[in-house]
């Protein structure tokens, strides 16, 4: 996956529009080395094909096991059924000390392309290193409520449900995630993705080249 993590040891992925799926692939990309696949949010256990070792609620002993060896380590608190939730401060510290690499998941979408945050999100852990920003371009063209997770949060979106998803729309989200994540600007990266179609392509390079004049890194998955 063509994401520069460079020297970063915890990477937390932020947005909409793919997340998981990015999730996944960063930690496929890196499986040489001893990672951990954990959300301070909630997630989904991922599936074997992407983890080799799957633990919830795991005690500090079974994390460090885990974590002595290379390849994913999914873990976190359990959260119903279905989900994971943060480990504790201690576990997750421990963790940081254990893992070459930590990557986690810092807030919700509800499957949605873009998202604004609440006052409180993204939950950034300390001793974060990147911040990848996911923007999902299929919003393109379709009506901020349907495809803007929180978009009442605008207020003249809200007052104008029905408008149309354009690039300025998508930037003000990029711009949003990163204000909320209260990172230094050089800790963030954009990944513009689902740039599937021709059109979305184009304004994919328009915005990166925008971001790359406000001195953000982007990448565009698939590239054009």
């Known amino acids: 996956m063509p994401i520069p993590l460079g020297e970063a040891r915890m990477v937390a992925v932020i947005g909409a529009g793919g997340k ?9 990309a890196h499986r040489n080395k001893r990672v951990l696949l954990t959300t301070t949010t909630h997630i989904r256990p991922f599936s074997a094909d992407i983890c080799q070792r799957l633990l919830c609620d795991p005690t500090s002993q079974e994390l460090e096991e885990a974590l002595s060896l290379p390849g994913v380590t999914c873990a976190g608190a359990q959260k119903g059924t279905h989900k994971l939730s943060a480990l504790s401060t201690e576990r997750m510290e421990l963790a940081r000390t254990k893992a070459q690499l930590v990557i986690y998941e810092a807030d919700g979408a509800r499957m949605l ?9 993204p939950v950034i852990l300390p001793h974060t290193d990147l911040c990848i920003v996911v923007a999902g371009l299929s919003a393109l063209g379709h009506a901020v409520q349907d495809c803007v997770h929180c978009y009442h949060l ?12 354009d690039e300025e729309v ?3 989200c990029i711009q949003d ?24 392509a ?23």
């Open 170 to 172: 998508v930037l003000h």
């Open 202 to 224: 184009k304004a994919a390079v328009r915005l990166r080249d925008t971001l790359a004049a406000q001195g953000i890194s982007c990448t565009i998955r698939p590239a054009p």
């Open 154 to 165: 605008h207020s003249h979106w809200a007052q104008h449900p029905q408008l149309l998803v």
């Open 20 to 28: 998981t799926t990015t999730l996944g692939l960063l930690a496929q």
């Open 113 to 121: 392309p873009l998202k604004l945050h609440r006052s409180f999100e």
């Open 177 to 200: 995630a990163m204000q909320a994540g209260g990172l230094p600007l050089e800790k963030y990266h954009v990944l513009l993705n689902q740039a599937d179609t021709p059109q979305q």
